[in-house]
């Protein structure tokens, strides 16, 4: 790409940027377009030019001999030997720069302007000038390419909603224009990682590895640039040679040592991903135990272990690996080497800087968490073990105090709740519908908090929810190609209410049968409350649309259950028959309801047991339109008999008292639906509507250029460089209202769930989610490596309590999905806040004219909150109790509407038989 006269570049991109700016404000659409990308590459170019330079200059080892003339021994000549290196070596810099790129003044360019690239304020410029010359696709690449790098950003958020309505445009033109490719394979990787596509999670990873090692040899090379006098003018400067040198030298090997921050960020996420290499790796050794490649398995958990040599999950990961390969042939896997060169050189470095840092106090932050406690200096490492310890005191101190003041709120509240029982006790309150039965009460159920209604939707609601439950799994919610976790005989899937709206919305699944879903929830949350007379509202806590089906092949030598007997709010432990209500078990439920709606299937019974998990009180018989309703304490032990043929579905309900549980999906959920809510038949018109204008033939009129002077001419002449980022937006975010096309406000707008925007919002600084130390569901039980742990997400809220009753080997994940659940708490809270912020933004319009696109924003915002939470997950260890002998009540289905209340022997005579 050499220009004519030998050089990479002919203009330095200042000048082409600031001609670019000139043009824009003469509405020299061309012309910007011309000179902006013409910045763009000039810029790409310095960088490359910069890069290859330094990069050879260092390859080349030695510069020669010293000269054999200078005749001096000792010091002197080992100094001149070294002299002779930096001297050839500036010299091999600057004149490979010089052939390059021509004198400097052609490529130094002013902070300014440097800040403006970072920001990518250029496609902000691009984005308005393709617009007006109508090429769409390079219009959205180069908004979204800017917003990318601004999420807070209202108008460009617009202009890219209003994109994404538009016909003509595609989900691909929404383009990272500056997408860095270690980056972008990472994230790939995880984005397979978290499908359980661990073959492709690993490609990615591995080449996101690669990627890395070049993006750092970039990052660590560009670094070799001039000594920043940060702070004192460099007129007063006057270090000596040494001093200087080292000054400098300490600012590049700071910068350098900074690339591993630089690199784990990505524009628009709000913090770099923490421990990005090592990441990699833990990412890598998962993925490939799960494609069964032990070597590589053991070589990246090697791999992380050099960064972290006492974590414990990854020692234990490592040491079931090996007994799986051999221990002979895993121990003579290595690490990776390049990995092993990186660390020694950064560890080098940072010897240096705190060396640096002891001597001449120049501030060193490591910015790497595996650094060993070793290379820092003693002096250092007191100071901040005080500091720490401080901060630790006050922690606690505040800790304390909030303790108290939660005891007190507590204990207000049990006051309360205590009270709440005791009103709430005397069950048996109107059902609300005409339709509902109540079939059986506690006192017919053996228990308490117990009631069995009937009739609760109709034959064709359960079968178009059982629909919705199969045409969700299909399209893949993440349990796709999951066996159900508690049992290896059936699958399991499952949707929630707000994933089920965001289908709908989305066209994969009817719109009408997610708002049924939302629907029917509802009405069994009504019932309740009134059945069980409460006197303050029930919040819904988690709701959840599941099918278990039976794999065939396994069923005939099975003993397990669908899903084991469990407390829906505590710990059951059946040993001593306590049930403990303490985290991880969801102790803020009150109330849980299941809604059967089919019968079609062999097994699958409800059970509520006694405390002891065994000893089976009654028994509730699946079918449509059927609920059961119970207390989600230590009243109602509970759990479901295998499922030994075909399909059970079933919506899963738990509610909360407290209203600070209040689930928040739901109410994401509401919005959205309120947001579409015509009429079922319009639905139909407005999808109709919506295809026509998408087809290509309705290709939006072109704008009229007469109309936007006006506007254009609005915008104060102001030197760019002051308010840069404001100045373009002006015009196009107003353009949507002159195109008629607009529609109406209310019609939805859809723009795709995971807009472009959406990964930072995701999991930033993400650490291995829910699964590196994840070990496979049928490894076999009781050796210390196998660990069965962690299903994905959602559904884990569901199963965590019934997996305490499952017999499982000391844990060494638990401490870490501990840390890591509550890292993950924390990591939620952001984006939460930031969307709220965001909403505040948008509700302040500017000006009358535009405040008839803002809902649009406001709307599209709402739809994207932010993602997973994980869950917490009961890793308990119970073993299985004593048989013994009782007797339940039962409530059969075989002869239509009868019930059949009938003692019969405990659960575990029957599953000996
Ligand atoms: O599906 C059922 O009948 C009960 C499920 C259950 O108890 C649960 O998911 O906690
Ligand atoms: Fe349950």
Same mark, same amino acid.
């Given at each position: 790409?050499?220009?004519?006269?030998?050089?990479?570049?002919?203009?330095?991109?200042?000048?082409?940027?600031?001609?670019?700016?000139?043009?824009?404000?003469?509405?020299?659409?061309?012309?910007?377009?011309?000179?902006?990308?013409?910045?763009?590459?000039?810029?790409?170019?310095?960088?490359?030019?910069?890069?290859?330079?330094?990069?050879?200059?260092?390859?080349?080892?030695?510069?020669?001999?010293?000269?054999?003339?200078?005749?001096?021994?000792?010091?002197?000549?080992?100094?001149?030997?070294?002299?002779?290196?930096?001297?050839?070596?500036?010299?091999?810099?600057?004149?490979?720069?010089?052939?390059?790129?021509?004198?400097?003044?052609?490529?130094?360019?002013?902070?300014?302007?440097?800040?403006?690239?970072?920001?990518?304020?250029?496609?902000?410029?691009?984005?308005?000038?393709?617009?007006?010359?109508?090429?769409?696709?390079?219009?959205?690449?180069?908004?979204?390419?800017?917003?990318?790098?601004?999420?807070?950003?209202?108008?460009?958020?617009?202009?890219?909603?209003?994109?994404?309505?538009?016909?003509?445009?595609?989900?691909?033109?929404?383009?990272?224009?500056?997408?860095?490719?270690?980056?972008?394979?990472?994230?790939?990787?995880?984005?397979?990682?978290?499908?359980?596509?661990?073959?492709?999670?690993?490609?990615?990873?591995?080449?996101?590895?690669?990627?890395?090692?070049?993006?750092?040899?970039?990052?660590?090379?560009?670094?070799?640039?001039?000594?920043?006098?940060?702070?004192?003018?460099?007129?007063?400067?006057?270090?000596?040679?040494?001093?200087?040198?080292?000054?400098?030298?300490?600012?590049?090997?700071?910068?350098?040592?900074?690339?591993?921050?630089?690199?784990?960020?990505?524009?628009?996420?709000?913090?770099?991903?923490?421990?990005?290499?090592?990441?990699?790796?833990?990412?890598?050794?998962?993925?490939?135990?799960?494609?069964?490649?032990?070597?590589?398995?053991?070589?990246?958990?090697?791999?992380?272990?050099?960064?972290?040599?006492?974590?414990?999950?990854?020692?234990?990961?490592?040491?079931?690996?090996?007994?799986?390969?051999?221990?002979?042939?895993?121990?003579?896997?290595?690490?990776?080497?390049?990995?092993?060169?990186?660390?020694?050189?950064?560890?080098?470095?940072?010897?240096?800087?705190?060396?640096?840092?002891?001597?001449?106090?120049?501030?060193?932050?490591?910015?790497?968490?595996?650094?060993?406690?070793?290379?820092?200096?003693?002096?250092?490492?007191?100071?901040?073990?005080?500091?720490?310890?401080?901060?630790?005191?006050?922690?606690?101190?505040?800790?304390?105090?909030?303790?108290?003041?939660?005891?007190?709120?507590?204990?207000?509240?049990?006051?309360?709740?205590?009270?709440?029982?005791?009103?709430?006790?005397?069950?048996?309150?109107?059902?609300?519908?005409?339709?509902?039965?109540?079939?059986?009460?506690?006192?017919?159920?053996?228990?308490?908090?117990?009631?069995?209604?009937?009739?609760?939707?109709?034959?064709?609601?359960?079968?178009?929810?059982?629909?919705?439950?199969?045409?969700?799994?299909?399209?893949?919610?993440?349990?796709?190609?999951?066996?159900?976790?508690?049992?290896?005989?059936?699958?399991?899937?499952?949707?929630?209410?707000?994933?089920?709206?965001?289908?709908?919305?989305?066209?994969?699944?009817?719109?009408?049968?997610?708002?049924?879903?939302?629907?029917?929830?509802?009405?069994?949350?009504?019932?309740?409350?009134?059945?069980?007379?409460?006197?303050?509202?029930?919040?819904?806590?988690?709701?959840?649309?599941?099918?278990?089906?039976?794999?065939?092949?396994?069923?005939?030598?099975?003993?397990?259950?669908?899903?084991?007997?469990?407390?829906?709010?505590?710990?059951?432990?059946?040993?001593?028959?306590?049930?403990?209500?303490?985290?991880?078990?969801?102790?803020?439920?009150?109330?849980?309801?299941?809604?059967?709606?089919?019968?079609?299937?062999?097994?699958?019974?409800?059970?509520?047991?006694?405390?002891?998990?065994?000893?089976?009180?009654?028994?509730?018989?699946?079918?449509?339109?059927?609920?059961?309703?119970?207390?989600?304490?230590?009243?109602?032990?509970?759990?479901?008999?295998?499922?030994?043929?075909?399909?059970?579905?079933?919506?899963?309900?738990?509610?909360?008292?407290?209203?600070?549980?209040?689930?928040?999906?739901?109410?994401?959920?509401?919005?959205?639906?309120?947001?579409?809510?015509?009429?079922?038949?319009?639905?139909?018109?407005?999808?109709?509507?919506?295809?026509?204008?998408?087809?290509?033939?309705?290709?939006?009129?072109?704008?009229?250029?007469?109309?936007?002077?006006?506007?254009?001419?609005?915008?104060?002449?102001?030197?760019?460089?002051?308010?840069?980022?404001?100045?373009?937006? $002006?015009?196009?975010?107003?353009? +949507?209202? %002159? &195109?008629?096309? *607009? #529609?109406?406000? @209310?019609?939805? =707008? /859809? !723009?795709?769930? $995971?807009?472009?925007?959406?990964? +930072?919002? %995701? &999991?930033?600084? *993400? #650490?291995?989610? @829910?699964?590196? =130390? /994840? !070990?496979?569901? $049928?490894?076999?039980?009781?050796? +210390?490596? %196998? &660990?069965?742990? *962690? #299903?994905?997400?959602?559904?884990?809220?569901?199963?965590?309590?019934?997996?305490?009753?499952?017999?499982?080997?000391?844990?060494?994940?638990?401490?870490?999905?501990?840390?890591?659940?509550?890292?993950?708490?924390?990591?939620?809270?952001?984006?939460?806040?930031?969307?709220?912020?965001?909403?505040?933004?948008?509700?302040?319009?500017?000006?009358?004219?535009?405040?008839?696109?803002?809902?649009?924003?406001?709307?599209?915002?709402?739809?994207?909150?932010?993602?997973?939470?994980?869950?917490?997950?009961?890793?308990?260890?119970?073993?299985?109790?004593?048989?013994?002998?009782?007797?339940?009540?039962?409530?059969?289905?075989?002869?239509?509407?009868?019930?059949?209340?009938?003692?019969?022997?405990?659960?575990?005579?029957?599953?000996?038989?």
């Amino acid at each position: 790409d050499l220009q004519p006269g030998g050089h990479v570049v002919s203009e330095p991109y200042d000048f082409l940027f600031d001609a670019a700016v000139e043009a824009y404000y003469k509405n020299d659409w061309m012309s910007v377009i011309l000179h902006m990308e013409k910045a763009l590459r000039s810029s790409a170019a310095v960088r490359r030019a910069k890069v290859s330079c330094r990069i050879g200059c260092a390859n080349r080892t030695a510069f020669g001999d010293p000269d054999p003339e200078v005749g001096l021994g000792g010091e002197a000549v080992e100094d001149l030997v070294f002299f002779q290196k930096v001297l050839r070596r500036a010299q091999c810099v600057s004149s490979c720069e010089a052939d390059k790129l021509g004198p400097a003044s052609r490529h130094k360019i002013s902070d300014d302007v440097k800040l403006e690239f970072t920001k990518r304020t250029p496609y902000n410029y691009l984005q308005v000038a393709y617009f007006k010359i109508n090429k769409l696709d390079k219009a959205v690449a180069a908004a979204n390419t800017f917003f990318l790098a601004n999420p807070d950003h209202v108008e460009m958020k617009q202009n890219l909603d209003y994109y994404k309505m538009m016909a003509g445009v595609r989900e691909e033109d929404f383009k990272d224009l500056e997408a860095r490719p270690h980056m972008a394979e990472f994230l790939l990787g995880k984005r397979y990682y978290s499908d359980d596509s661990f073959g492709l999670a690993a490609e990615h990873f591995e080449r996101a590895v690669q990627e890395y090692f070049q993006a750092d040899q970039e990052c660590r090379v560009l670094c070799e640039g001039s000594y920043d006098y940060d702070g004192y003018n460099y007129m007063d400067y006057n270090a000596d040679l040494f001093q200087s040198m080292t000054d400098h030298y300490m600012q590049v090997l700071s910068c350098k040592q900074r690339c591993s921050v630089e690199l784990a960020s990505s524009v628009g996420m709000p913090k770099p991903f923490e421990d990005f290499l090592p990441a990699h790796f833990n990412y890598l050794q998962f993925s490939y135990y799960n494609s069964e490649k032990y070597e590589k398995a053991i070589e990246c958990a090697k791999t992380f272990l050099m960064f972290h040599p006492e974590d414990e999950v990854m020692n234990q990961n490592l040491a079931y690996y090996s007994a799986v390969l051999g221990e002979d042939k895993a121990s003579t896997l290595i690490p990776r080497q390049v990995v092993k060169q990186h660390m020694q050189q950064s560890l080098l470095e940072k010897e240096l800087l705190y060396y640096g840092y002891e001597v001449f106090g120049i501030t060193f932050v490591d910015p790497d968490t595996w650094t060993p406690a070793e290379i820092m200096p003693q002096k250092l490492r007191d100071k901040q073990k005080v500091e720490r310890e401080t901060a630790a005191r006050i922690t606690e101190e505040i800790g304390n105090l909030m303790k108290e003041i939660e005891n007190l709120v507590e204990e207000k509240n049990k006051d309360l709740s205590d009270i709440n029982k005791i009103i709430t006790t005397p069950e048996g309150g109107p059902v609300l519908y005409d339709n509902i039965q109540i079939s059986m009460t506690s006192k017919q159920l053996n228990g308490s908090q117990r009631v069995l209604l009937d009739g609760v939707i109709s034959d064709d609601e359960c079968r178009e929810l059982h629909r919705l439950s199969n045409a969700a799994a299909q399209e893949g919610d993440g349990y796709r190609a999951r066996p159900s976790p508690h049992s290896p005989n059936e699958i399991f899937q499952g949707v929630t209410v707000l994933k089920a709206v965001k289908m709908g919305q989305e066209g994969k699944v009817p719109l009408k049968s997610a708002r049924l879903f939302f629907d029917m929830s509802e009405k069994v949350r009504k019932v309740l409350e009134s059945y069980f007379r409460l006197e303050t509202p029930l919040y819904f806590s988690y709701s959840h649309l599941v099918c278990r089906s039976a794999v065939e092949e396994t069923q005939a030598e099975r003993t397990d259950h669908s899903h084991p007997v469990h407390v829906d709010n505590c710990v059951l432990v059946s040993e001593t028959n306590e049930c403990i209500k303490v985290p991880p078990a969801y102790t803020h439920r009150d109330y849980s309801a299941i809604l059967y709606l089919n019968d079609d299937f062999e097994g699958g019974d409800f059970i509520f047991t006694m405390l002891d998990g065994k000893t089976v009180t009654a028994e509730v018989r699946p079918r449509c339109g059927r609920v059961v309703g119970f207390g989600s304490g230590q009243e109602n032990p509970h759990g479901v008999r295998a499922v030994t043929r075909g399909q059970r579905c079933a919506v899963a309900l738990w509610f909360t008292l407290d209203p600070v549980h209040d689930e928040k999906e739901r109410i994401q959920a509401q919005d959205m639906l309120k947001m579409f809510s015509t009429p079922v038949d319009q639905e139909f018109a407005i999808t109709e509507a919506k295809k026509l204008e998408a087809t290509p033939t309705e290709a939006p009129p072109p704008t009229d250029p007469e109309l936007m002077t006006a506007e254009s001419m609005d915008t104060p002449q102001q030197p760019p460089m002051d308010t840069p980022q404001d100045l373009p937006m $002006d015009t196009p975010q107003d353009l +949507p209202m %002159d &195109t008629p096309q *607009d #529609p109406p406000m @209310d019609t939805p =707008q /859809d !723009p795709p769930m $995971d807009t472009p925007q959406d990964p +930072p919002m %995701d &999991t930033p600084q *993400d #650490p291995p989610m @829910d699964t590196p =130390q /994840d !070990p496979p569901m $049928d490894t076999p039980q009781g050796s +210390p490596m %196998d &660990t069965p742990q *962690d #299903p994905p997400t959602e559904e884990k809220e569901k199963l965590a309590l019934s997996d305490a009753q499952v017999e499982k080997p000391a844990d060494a994940g638990k401490e870490k999905t501990q840390k890591e659940t509550a890292s993950n708490e924390t990591k939620s809270k952001a984006p939460k806040t930031k969307t709220k912020a965001e909403d505040k933004v948008k509700a302040k319009p500017k000006n009358g004219d535009k405040v008839k696109s803002k809902p649009k924003a406001a709307k599209a915002e709402a739809k994207k909150q932010p993602a997973k939470t994980k869950d917490k997950q009961a890793t308990k260890k119970a073993s299985k109790a004593p048989a013994k002998k009782t007797t339940k009540a039962s409530v059969k289905d075989q002869s239509k509407e009868s019930i059949d209340v009938s003692a019969t022997e405990s659960e575990n005579d029957k599953d000996e038989l």
